[in-house]
């Protein structure tokens, strides 16, 4: 667990809409109409390690399933790259995307809306190593259902179609889909967020099974604190696009050391502390549109100081492989001489 | 490995999904019969040379002699004229039987000519989207805000008299309906996480319309199919009619209630009047069975 596989570098991604023809007229009476720019994701570095499964926690709207598009190959990145073994993932021509690896794959969400619903189970799995030649032709049916048993599923499944599945088995089939490309890299999108509790154990199960016995390497995406812990080694921890906190799973959640780490470890339900208080971070999210001033984070922020008004803070390191986004840790929240 | 109890789902085989379709479509009883009309229809025209006594396409076995007898008159060639001939001897019930193939043959072709082309321009425009969607979408508006009998019409007295040309006719009118049924239900299915996982596998862009892309929109299509089938073989017998269709040495269904109308007031009014209910009969049924697939397939009717 020494070399990084994954290099995200410096990745911002903006979605820009442009307004449409009577937008845009109306705009010239209104002063409306002009293109509205989301910034998804602001200038996001990050390696991840062969063999390590990195989670990537946050709100919703804080990028972090941008992030996981972005590495997978779905979205192009506005600026930055993203690398694997020191390649580009996907080749880039004008914002768009023509060549993408097959070593990143993803698994989503929603297990009822990332299976083709009237494809066979099988002909899923298949055709994405039989398109690739990753598996020789004749070998195909026995490593369906090879795969469909790592899963923990019965090889006999592959003529059945997705609607004859639970979510938690449609989640396996969508873990042995990703697996059947023998990716480098996993990108678990809210894998579980779908599921019932009970299910989420099982499938959670699954992965660490998988990750002990393949070697994976991982990006798990999710909003949930106690499943990340139980899963990843290292943990990011994103706001409104950008990355605030990157530390060993232990230490960030023994110590957490940015402002809203701290809030977001506080709003977490925990089951019996008698009254059920938990603290709510005060405030919304801000628009990503129009993200404010400084430090995103300045306007929920209980320590703020007029230095997080004006100045974005950078990622430090703080020792013991932790890096931190936040004035608190680079001296102080008051404006200083030459700072600003 | 794991240690999970997986239940077993029943095992849904197509044969067993055919029956619930089937057992779902005959609660409406007159969907039943539409459909049973249908088939008679259809077999009764293609199996048209065995059943009726006349070819009406062969003038030899035309005889002057026979001209206007009424239904049920014994013609010269010794047979019973069930439905009456018309002014050149022709029995009519042979030439309805004929003259519906002919329309089947029409409608069926345009409709499935008709269905690929929209298809194909429906599911780029959504797929690809922006300015290809754009411009592919506003021609199909622009088309669709047009009655399409105008624009058969517009095609046919340019393209001449003949099947292929009546088809070609026929699909130039209707496919938009496709193409705009196709584009709605493909920008849903575009958006879902199945087409994603698809290309971030990645898998070629045709592998993804054709095999992903396509299998999730048809359900819809195939009630438009049915309706276009039907209004594409009412276009044609209205283009007939007009005298821009088919010259009456090939009988259609509109060609032969255009002859009988010259008549119509001379009292020989069955000229007209059988084609016209073999004509509304068959439109009509085509319509029932959509209806009733329509129905059936709707997922908030699904039990």
């Not at chain 1, 469909?148 to 599945?165: I, K, M, N, S, T």
């Not at chain 1, 605030?244 to 709003?267: G, I, K, Q």
Request: one cysteine or more; charged letters at 15%; aromatic letters at 6%.
């Amino acid at each position: 667990m020494t070399d990084p596989i994954l290099k995200i570098d410096a990745v911002s991604k903006r979605f820009t809409r442009m307004p449409g023809l009577a937008e845009r007229m109306i705009g010239k009476f209104t002063g409306g109409g002009k293109p509205v720019v989301v910034h998804a994701l602001s200038d996001v570095s990050l390696q991840v390690m062969k063999g390590e499964v990195l989670g990537v926690v946050g709100e919703s709207g804080c990028g972090k399933s941008t992030l996981g598009r972005v590495v997978a190959g779905i979205h192009a990145p506005s600026s930055g790259s993203v690398t694997l073994n020191g390649q580009p993932i996907a080749d880039q021509r004008g914002g768009n995307i023509h060549k993408r690896t097959t070593q990143v794959q993803m698994i989503h969400q929603d297990p009822f809306a990332s299976l083709n619903p009237r494809m066979k189970v099988g002909e899923t799995l298949a055709e994405g190593p039989r398109h690739h030649d990753i598996i020789p032709a004749r070998d195909v049916q026995a490593r369906i259902r090879e795969l469909l048993e790592q899963v923990g599923l019965e090889g006999a499944y592959a003529d059945r179609l997705p609607h004859q599945f639970s979510g938690g088995q449609r989640q396996r089939v969508a873990i042995a889909r990703a697996l059947a490309m023998q990716p480098e890299v996993l990108v678990l999108d809210e894998a579980v967020a779908s599921l019932d509790v009970s299910i989420q154990a099982q499938v959670l199960n699954l992965f660490m099974d998988l990750r002990r016995d393949l070697g994976l390497t991982a990006m798990f995406i999710s909003h949930d604190l106690s499943v990340v812990r139980h899963v990843c080694d290292r943990v990011a921890i994103m706001y409104l696009g950008r990355l605030v906190e990157l530390a060993p799973a232990d230490r960030l959640y023994a110590d957490p050391r940015h402002p809203y780490t701290r809030a977001l470890f506080a709003s977490v339900p925990t089951v019996g502390t008698g009254r059920g208080r938990f603290e709510t971070i005060k405030g919304e999210i801000p628009s990503p549109i129009d993200p404010p001033s400084g430090c995103a984070f300045h306007p929920r922020c209980p320590f703020a100081g007029p230095r997080c008004l004006v100045q974005v803070p950078e990622l430090g390191a703080l020792g013991q492989g932790r890096t931190v986004a936040c004035h608190l840790n680079d001296g102080g929240v008051e404006l200083q001489k030459g700072a600003a | 490995m794991v240690d999970v109890t997986v239940q077993t789902p029943p095992v849904e085989t197509r044969a067993v999904r055919l029956r619930h379709f089937w057992s779902d479509y005959r609660r409406s009883w007159v969907a039943v019969l539409a459909l049973a009309i249908i088939t008679t229809l259809v077999l009764a025209s293609f199996g048209a040379p065995f059943l009726v006594p006349q070819n009406p396409y062969d003038l030899a076995q035309l005889d002057w002699a026979d001209a206007f007898l009424r239904p049920g008159q014994t013609g010269s060639g010794g047979y019973v004229h069930l439905l009456g001939t018309d002014n050149a001897g022709r029995d009519m019930l042979s030439a309805i039987l004929y003259g519906l193939r002919t329309s089947f043959v029409i409608g069926i072709t345009a409709g499935i000519l008709a269905l690929i082309l929209g298809i194909s321009i429906g599911l780029t425009a959504a797929y690809f989207g922006g300015r290809i969607e754009a411009l592919l979408m506003r021609i199909v508006d622009l088309q669709l805000s047009m009655p399409a009998i105008l624009l058969a019409l517009v095609m046919a007295a340019m393209l001449g008299q003949g099947v292929p040309q009546i088809v070609l006719a026929l699909v130039v009118a209707q496919y938009a309906y496709f193409a705009r049924t196709t584009h709605g239900a493909a920008s849903v299915e575009r958006r879902k996480d199945y087409i994603e996982a698809a290309r971030s596998t990645p898998l070629p862009t045709r592998r993804i319309l054709f095999k992903h892309l396509l299998p999730n929109v048809l359900p819809p299509l195939i009630v438009v199919a049915t309706v276009q089938v039907a209004s594409a073989i009412s276009l044609e017998a209205t283009l007939s009619f007009l005298g821009v269709g088919l010259p009456l040495t090939e009988p259609s269904l509109g060609s032969l209630i255009s002859n009988g109308f010259k008549y119509i007031h001379a009292g020989r009014s069955w000229l007209s009047i059988y084609p016209g209910i073999f004509l509304m009969v068959t439109v009509v049924a085509i319509n029932l069975v959509g209806d009733q697939v329509r129905t059936v397939i709707d997922p908030r009717n699904s039990r």
